[in-house]
């Protein structure tokens, strides 16, 4: 059996049913990795298992990662499976689970208008599970002496968009979670970084009418999933053994470039750059910019 580059590691990629998830769970599967692959739709594993992972292999797990105990229990599954190597926070809860009719409306939905559930659910998914599990796998990568962290959060235009509440505030709880973690994992042989598609991608949770858009040349072209691979790659390898707190978003990563050289080219910090606050006068307009 031939072996890969991440022979020997195991990953836990939480959200790998579909879309992004599905296509890094494969990817470091292939690569040799031992994927523990979490997602809470159990007809999207039926698909995953079709998938061609040699040499590495995806372990399906059932889990609503709101649950502390389906949390603990992605964990132990990894354990079992011979350690903790790789943690990639995927799952999400999109826009379209927030306002399915988003585009459809004459008016931008306000965020008072989200339901206490509806809130709770996306801050759970998106924030308080990767938190949960970072907390639980962090000692583990530190008692090995080698670990990543992989964080995927958003555009940080869609960060602080209007409308977008709560999907942009939740991934940017995660995104200055990632600058706090590489901090204080400085050292340890554990890095944190974050890889981004860079735009809007090519997912079941994409809403019809940005694809028929993007289609129609109205707006840039969606980003596919297998783009997240060549970052993820790179900082999953030893290559990126001194590589944390960094931010890279596949839509800008030059894939004909040596990876270390393209890592360099498109990379910036995580987290959000200090700037001056905008001119605000009375202008709503430019609270959104």
């Known amino acids: 059996m031939p072996e890969g580059p991440l022979s020997g590691r195991v ?3 939480t959200g790998a049913g579909r879309g992004l998830g599905r296509a890094m769970a494969v990817g ?9 692959g979490a997602a809470h739709i159990a007809a999207d594993f039926v698909e995953l298992a079709a998938e061609g992972t040699s040499p590495g292999r995806i372990l399906p797990i059932e889990a609503d990662l709101r649950r502390v105990s389906d949390c603990d229990r992605v964990v132990a599954a990894a354990v079992a499976a011979g350690g903790v190597d790789v943690l990639v926070n995927n799952a999400g809860l999109t826009l379209t689970y927030v306002s399915p009719d988003l ?3 004459p008016a931008p939905p306000k965020f008072w208008e989200v339901g206490d559930e ?3 659910n996306v801050m759970d998914t998106n924030f308080v599970a990767a938190d949960r599990l970072a907390r639980r796998v962090a000692p583990i990568m530190v008692g090995r002496g080698w670990g990543r962290i992989i964080n995927v959060t958003t555009m940080l235009q869609t960060m602080n968009r209007v409308a977008f509440s709560p999907y942009g505030p939740s991934k940017a709880a995660l995104e200055m979670a990632s600058e706090v973690w590489a901090k204080e994992l400085a050292g340890s042989g554990v890095t944190v970084n974050i890889v981004n598609p860079g735009g809007g991608a ?3 949770g994409m809403a019809e009418e940005v694809r028929q858009a993007s289609r129609e040349g109205r707006i840039d072209a969606l980003v596919e999933p297998e783009a997240m691979l060549p970052p993820l790659m790179f900082v999953v390898s030893r290559d990126a053994d001194a590589i944390t707190g960094m931010r890279y978003d596949a839509k800008q990563w030059d894939a004909r470039l040596p990876p270390a050289e393209a890592a360099r ?3 910036r910090p995580a987290g959000f750059e200090l700037r001056a606050p905008p001119q605000f006068a009375g202008d709503p307009a430019s609270l959104s910019r």
Request: no cysteine; aromatic share 4%.
């Open 28 to 36: 470091l599967a292939r690569a040799g990795a031992t994927v523990v």
């Open 118 to 120: 509806v809130a709770q």
């Open 11 to 13: 990953a836990i990629v």
């Open 265 to 267: 080219a498109s990379g």
């Open 103 to 105: 585009y459809r409306r």
């Open 202 to 204: 090519n997912t079941p």
